[in-house]
């Protein structure tokens, strides 16, 4: 399995564009996680899906930020416009469901850096 | 909502030397926290984790430790290398949904 993939690695791009971050989760699983990482906020969930829906988006910034999921396979991460303080290192997860509760281990991808100017 | 702590913010260490680093979070109901290690540049990555219902796990020279009373766990490395270098990450979530709340990290330096 090649593991959570992510496109682009490196992105970037001037304040006001609309950046557009893509996730292929490990085949099979049921949970998607999208974060960003800063070094003042540190590691943030900003918004997750369980068999293509979303279920909790309390992490999004605010409206410019926006993620859907057309299939099991795909999610993409949009910003429209992007601003200078979107600058961050975007991972997206992926887990298997297990239990009551849900899932277990995330599986991170190797995350797009997004610069912002 | 979940708030977790960790402590310290870095360390450093001779190697072989141990390394502790302590996490607290506040939700009762959190009953699964993993550890995650970041290397410079790269993903974070599971090392070890813990449910509610246990109070210590061991794998090789990492060991976690969960005290549900007091809501704290940490993380123990022994004889530590160089390649243990990185910045690691504890997280804590609820039985209740899939929302892992991750503390800020601990940059752990080893020493050669």
């Known amino acids: 399995d090649a593991g959570v993939i992510q496109s682009p690695r490196h992105e970037v791009t001037e304040m006001g564009q609309e950046v557009t971050l893509r996730c292929k989760p490990i085949s099979g699983h049921d949970y998607l996680f999208w974060y960003r990482q800063t070094m003042m906020r540190g590691l943030e969930l900003l918004i997750y899906?369980?068999?293509?829906?979303?279920?909790?988006d309390s992490g999004m910034p605010e409206d410019r930020f926006s993620a859907k999921m057309p299939n099991a396979s795909f999610s993409t991460l949009k910003i429209q416009p992007s601003e200078p303080r979107d600058s961050a290192v975007y991972f997206c997860?992926?887990?298997?469901?297990?239990?009551?509760?849900?899932?277990?281990?995330?599986?991170f991808g190797p995350g797009t850096r997004l610069l912002v100017l | 909502g979940e708030n977790v702590e960790q402590h310290p913010s870095t360390l450093s260490v001779q190697e072989g030397d141990s390394a502790v680093i302590k996490c607290t979070y506040s939700?009762?109901?959190?009953?699964?926290f993993p550890w995650y290690k970041q290397e410079l540049g790269k993903r974070p990555q599971l090392i070890i984790d813990?449910?509610?219902?246990?109070g210590e796990k061991k794998d090789q020279r990492i060991a976690v430790t969960l005290n549900k009373t007091a809501k704290h766990f940490s993380l123990h490395i022994t004889e530590t290398q160089p390649e243990d270098s990185a910045v690691y990450f504890c997280a804590a979530r609820d039985n209740y949904g899939q929302n892992f709340v991750f503390g800020p990290g601990t940059r752990l330096s080893v020493l050669p």
């Open positions: 939700d009762s109901a959190s009953n699964y």
């Open positions: 813990i449910r509610s219902n246990v």
């Open positions: 997860a992926s887990s298997p469901s297990g239990g009551r509760g849900g899932s277990e281990t995330q599986y």
């Open positions: 899906f369980n068999n293509n829906v979303p279920i909790d």
